[in-house]
């Protein structure tokens, strides 16, 4: 079957301007993850839908950034004037009602010029 | 925050050796996970190892859990050049849905 994916792959943005960035997650996958790797790093976590509302969103660095997953199933991570800082891979995971394996998408290259 | 780190941070052996690497954690878990990642891109899930358990084997992959001292290892066994990624190790503090906790990886390159 189809796994995660993610799209754009690519995003080059300017300082300051608005992004969206798409998850499919596994079909029949309750639960989904957005995660942010910058280079040399580990992926970090940001957000986590369960269904379609937010479980735990912790992990987002501020307040221009956002996510929804309006009918449980695609999600949209949104980053509102976005920073040099912000550039890096952001990943999507999904995962089963009460399973511990994610699956993760390609991920999407934000770059922030 | 990133709570795992593994070790060594690269490694580079000839086709046919075998790889080890580590990672070290800090709080309790319910499981540790392996993960490859070729290119900087989508993470490949290796195998899961729970906290009951000490050893698990995946084809070519042997993982031990040692609790007590908080850390775990990878073991590739005769590997070959397209093993050449970067292995994470990511820590599940409870079961089901949670986020992963990553450590910060660990470049392998083989070398044929």
């Known amino acids: 079957g189809a796994g995660v994916s993610q799209t754009p792959s690519n995003k080059v943005t300017e300082k300051g301007k608005y992004v969206e960035l798409r998850c499919d997650p596994i079909?029949?996958?309750?639960?989904l993850y957005w995660y942010r790797q910058s280079l040399g790093q580990g992926p970090e976590f940001l957000i986590y839908?369960?269904?379609?509302?937010?479980?735990?969103d912790s992990g987002l660095p501020n307040d221009r950034f956002f996510a929804v997953r309006p009918e449980g199933s695609v999600s949209t991570l949104k980053i509102q004037r976005t920073e040099r800082g912000d550039s890096a891979v952001y990943l999507c995971?999904?995962?089963?009602?009460?399973?511990?394996?994610?699956?993760f998408g390609p991920g999407t290259r934000l770059t922030v010029l | 925050s990133q709570q795992g780190e593994e070790d060594p941070q690269a490694l580079s052996i000839q086709e046919g050796e075998n790889a080890t690497m580590n990672c070290s954690y800090k709080?309790?878990?319910?499981?540790l996970q392996w993960y490859r990642q070729n290119s900087g891109r989508g993470l490949v899930h290796l195998i899961l190892i729970r906290s009951n358990e000490r050893e698990k084997h995946s084809g070519r992959l042997r993982v031990t859990l040692d609790t007590s001292k908080k850390s775990s290892s990878l073991l590739i066994t005769a590997s070959r050049a397209a093993d050449t990624a970067s292995y994470f190790c990511?820590?599940?503090?409870?079961?089901?849905?949670?986020?992963?906790?990553f450590g910060k990886g660990t470049r392998l390159s083989v070398i044929a």
């Open positions: 079909s029949g996958h309750t639960a």
């Open positions: 839908f369960q269904g379609t509302g937010a479980a735990d």
């Open positions: 709080t309790s878990i319910n499981n």
């Open positions: 995971a999904s995962s089963t009602l009460a399973g511990d394996t994610q699956y």
């Open positions: 990511a820590t599940g503090p409870n079961s089901g849905n949670t986020p992963l906790v």
